[in-house]
């Protein structure tokens, strides 16, 4: 057993509103230099849709993630031969037209332009070359677009649907979307590190926090095709890869990413995990349908003394122990199994989960109120989002994983209407939460952890103790002027 501390996350879909706060949040600290205009290390997708980039998800086009071949594990993208043939030219990249070109508005012409009955205004202009541009798209682009032909129909994840079921979903009555908030996910198996040919990309042993030397990175961008979720970025100006880098300047200090501080939904819920880092490789080789439980087989129980006592010998604290026994991650994943990875065939073992969205699902019109349908659990068929959309989405098609957290949601949403409201007797939602499999005790944990959380129920942060890792390479004063913002010196290109 070998057992390593990890910072883990959980978004909440059911509680995003799409206020983009998270978005612009880490706009303002981390991407309002030059070179960094279209980088959305936090953005916010409507889903059905493309996303951001556009089709990101689609790996027969990017060859993002792992893929396990004759019995063995291989990186998606190519191999050592691969990598030196590609080196100057990568077939796999994302363009600049599937981010956005990042624009500005040339502000002189309100202010310059000759008398007219006309109203002037100010005409965009690219800020990669200065020129004028038609804007024809942007991070947001697909906003509320749900029901769009060009882009939620593109949707990669439909495509496990037919034909009935994909016209069904988009007739106006049925017409569903919802959020889907991504940063990077801190992989425990990242695409991107393998994919280095300079080994710029590592992960911090203390956190488990995935970042780019920017001294080392030679600018080949193979970390971009590496990574399936599309979280690394190239800085143009620089030549250097860029991605989030998890506000660790802010975690190192106690406090929790920008992203997470500032969300309005409340959605994020931050935590220490401890795994099982001799496990990452049969875990990242399992079974599709096996890769959920996988994933919830390598993180360990925190009050467990023989995970404890390995830890220890790592050199993991006891505040570090102690978070990670606090983690509400630990409790959405394991204790109520609440929350699964976003596309685990990816197989770099993400460490950002997502709460699935439970939407209107258990009510109907009856006269002029809305009334509970006479079953709790409504089949597959009568979702107004489709269990096969999401399970592509959350659990690599996996629709028993879905339908079980559906069942204790919904458990959750009648035992309070039971204790509040009144109008569902005991044994009714006593047979309700029979069949989700959650005692009541869980249920009120769930709801107050859901929908009452504090800022120490959502976030379990430890002191890492930076210093200490550090002093075991080199003095600490070298390091005095390292705040996390920007460089201590200019950066140079590698050739």
Known sequence: MNIRAQMSMVFHLDKCIGCHT????????????????????????????????????????????????????????????????????????????????????????????????DQPSARPISMITGKPIEIEAGPNWDDDLGGSPFYAEKDINLNVLTESEKHQLFQLERLVFFYLPRICNHCLNPGCVAACPARAIYKRGEDGIVLVNQEKCRGWRMCISGCPYKKVYYNWTTGKAEKCILCYPRLEAGQAPACFHSCVGRIRYSGVILYDADMIERVASAEPTQLVTAIRDIIKDPFDE?????????????????????????????????????????????????????????????????ELRDEFFPTAESLRIPIKYLSALLSAGNEKEVIEIYKKLIAVRIYKRSSSVGDISRMEMKKVMDEAGISTDEAEEIYKLTSLPTYADRFSIPSFMRERVIETLEQTDVRKTETGFGFIKKPKRGW
């Open 22 to 117: 998270c978005s612009i949040s880490c706009k303002n600290i981390w991407t309002d230099r030059m070179g960094t205009e279209y980088m959305w290390w936090n953005n916010v997708e409507t889903k059905p849709g493309t996303g951001y980039p556009t089709l990101w998800e689609d790996q027969d086009r990017y060859r993002g993630g792992w893929e396990v071949s004759n019995g063995k594990l291989r990186l998606k993208l190519q191999g050592k031969i691969g990598t030196f043939l590609n080196i100057f030219f990568n077939p796999y990249l994302p363009t600049i037209d599937d981010y956005y070109e990042p624009w500005t508005y040339r502000y002189e012409d309100l202010f310059n332009s000759p008398d007219s009955d």
């Open 306 to 370: 023989s995970v404890i006592a390995s830890a220890r010998k790592n050199g993991i604290t006891d505040q570090v122990i102690k978070s990670a026994q606090e983690s509400p991650v630990y409790r959405f994943l394991k204790v109520y199994k609440l929350a699964l990875p976003l596309h685990p065939e990816f197989r770099t073992i993400p460490m950002l989960f997502y709460v699935p969205p439970l939407l209107p699902v258990i009510s109907s019109l009856r006269g002029n109120s809305f």
